[in-house]
């Protein structure tokens, strides 16, 4: 089955700690976006690439880094600069065309305490 | 600086009665629009969209409205089911770019 796979589904992280959430898909899409959801604020983007190697910064990009060695992944760092860490992150691609949609994973639900 | 806003935060409608949602935005240059329906702890899924040359399109019970004077947009579902209870989210994407900038949510709750 094509789709977009976030792993783990939970984490927990002491506070200072670095820490990577996961993103794999297999639909051969170019483009992939990391979103943060937090109550009331909907979906903010972090982070989205292109292309593989290259990415470009999203609206909250502060503390967080990110890489696109391979065009089937695309993982987020988030560091212990990153102010307030706990979020609901969603990661997705889409294709390289316009007026597409973009197809989103499962989510991972990350709490620093 | 919200380019996609969802005033509403929340809309309760009854079982068979119409859902209507709305989003503004302030970007002229966006030129494609979506809903996506997200239930809690899940990824969003892709509902419906239109591109800028349509004001509206359509797919079995929901529809999207596009004003592009008033750069507001609207989807409608009829009959809304309790199944339809989520959060829903519009979505634009500009020309040249290809990301994607959403609004912040409406909570629908259809009541049996």
């Known amino acids: 089955d094509g789709g977009i796979t976030q792993s783990p589904k939970y984490l927990f992280r002491k506070e200072g700690q670095n820490v990577t959430l996961s993103c794999e898909q297999n639909?051969?899409?170019?483009?992939m976006y990391w979103y943060r959801q937090d109550p009331g604020q909907g979906l903010r983007l972090i982070y989205y690439?292109?292309?593989?190697?290259?990415?470009q910064k999203g609206d909250i990009a502060e503390g967080y880094s990110v890489s696109r060695e391979k065009k089937e992944s695309f993982p987020l760092t988030v560091t212990s600069a990153q102010k307030n860490p706990t979020a609901f992150y969603l990661c997705a691609s889409s294709p390289q065309v316009m007026n597409t949609e973009a197809f989103f994973g499962q989510g991972t639900r990350l709490t620093v305490v | 600086d919200q380019q996609v806003k969802q005033n509403s935060p929340s809309l309760s409608v009854q079982e068979g009665r119409i859902s209507i949602l709305n989003c503004d935005y302030t970007?002229?240059?966006?030129?494609?629009f979506l809903w996506y329906k997200k239930y809690p702890a899940e990824g969003p899924t892709f509902l419906i969209s239109i591109s800028s040359i349509k004001d509206k399109n359509e797919d079995g019970r929901f529809t999207v409205f596009l004003n592009k004077s008033a750069k507001h947009l609207s989807l409608h579902i009829v009959p809304s089911q309790p199944g339809d209870s989520a959060v829903y989210f519009c979505a634009a994407q500009s020309g040249g770019t290809y990301k994607y900038i959403f609004g912040t949510g409406t909570r629908l709750k259809v009541l049996a």
């Open positions: 970007n002229s240059m966006f030129d494609y």
């Open positions: 639909l051969n899409h170019d483009a």
């Open positions: 690439s292109q292309i593989v190697n290259d990415f």
